[in-house]
T-cell receptor, first 113, second 112 residues
Framework: NAGVTQTPKFQVLKTGQSMTLQCAQD?????MSWYRQDPGMGLRLIHY???????DQGEVPNGYNVSRSTTEDFPLRLLSAAPSQTSVYFC????????????FGQGTRLTVV | GQNIDQPTEMTATEGAIVQINCTYQ??????LFWYQQHAGEAPTFLSY????GLEEKGRFSSFLSRSKGYSYLLLKELQMKDSASYLC?????????????FGAGTQVVVTP
């Protein structure tokens, strides 16, 4: 079972460059989300989606865009990379409401120089 | 919003027991999760509590007291492979889909 697949695993960007982090899940989950993880700060929610065509902002949305054209895919776009966006990014999905666990992708380690 | 506090690091000996505490303040509560995260890897689900009391799953148990805003994760018969970060996460009930808010994680170091 593939689960949640993120690409790339590593990326180095120059300040001002843009890029898209890919996330795909094959579990037919409705709920998908993007987190960033920084030392000492835990996972912080960037954007989330409750279904195709529906997205909303999380705790730290500035500098990021998302779209959800299909149930399977939830890409995260960095519009103009900044050193403050150096982090590890995780995509997660879950079935829906209530006490359902979130499944995480393997993460993307992004460095902005 | 929510504030979630857990210790930064704990050290224990192989075969021993360790208890990781998590306290939270929330405007709405709809469950508490514990995740395990090994260095360089993704978080993986360990347990879920929504009602008060103890949930046991093999060597791991998790406890919740909603009135106290308190949970703990108990790891018994520690093994070297249990060295990892343990994340406490609270689900917000103020929206129907319940976003997860994570604590900073507790790094558990198991020594021989």
């Amino acid at each position: 079972n593939a689960g949640v697949t993120q690409t790339p695993k590593f990326q180095v960007l120059k300040t001002g460059q843009s890029m898209t982090l890919q996330c795909a899940q094959d579990m037919n989950h409705e709920y998908m989300s993007w987190y960033r993880q920084d030392p000492g700060m835990g996972l912080r929610l960037i954007h989330y989606s409750v279904g195709a065509g529906i997205t909303d902002q999380g705790e730290v949305p500035n500098g990021y865009n998302v779209s959800r054209s299909t149930t399977e895919d939830f890409p995260l776009r960095l519009l103009s990379a900044a050193p403050s966006q150096t982090s590890v990014y995780f995509c997660a999905s879950s079935y829906g409401q209530g006490g359902t666990e979130a499944f995480f992708g393997q993460g993307t380690r992004l460095t902005v120089v | 919003g929510q504030n979630i506090d857990q210790p930064t690091e704990m050290t224990a000996t192989e075969g021993a027991i360790v208890q990781i505490n998590c306290t939270y303040q929330t405007s709405g509560f709809n469950g508490l999760f514990w995740y395990q995260q090994h260095a360089g890897e993704a978080p993986t689900f360990l347990s879920y509590n929504v009602l008060d009391g103890l949930e046991e799953k093999g060597r791991f148990s998790s406890f919740l007291s909603r009135s106290k805003g308190y949970s703990y994760l108990l790891l018994k018969e520690l093994q070297m492979k249990d060295s990892a970060s343990y994340l406490c996460a609270v689900r917000d009930s103020t929206d129907s889909w319940g976003k997860l808010q994570f604590g900073a994680g507790t790094q558990v170091v198991v020594t021989p």
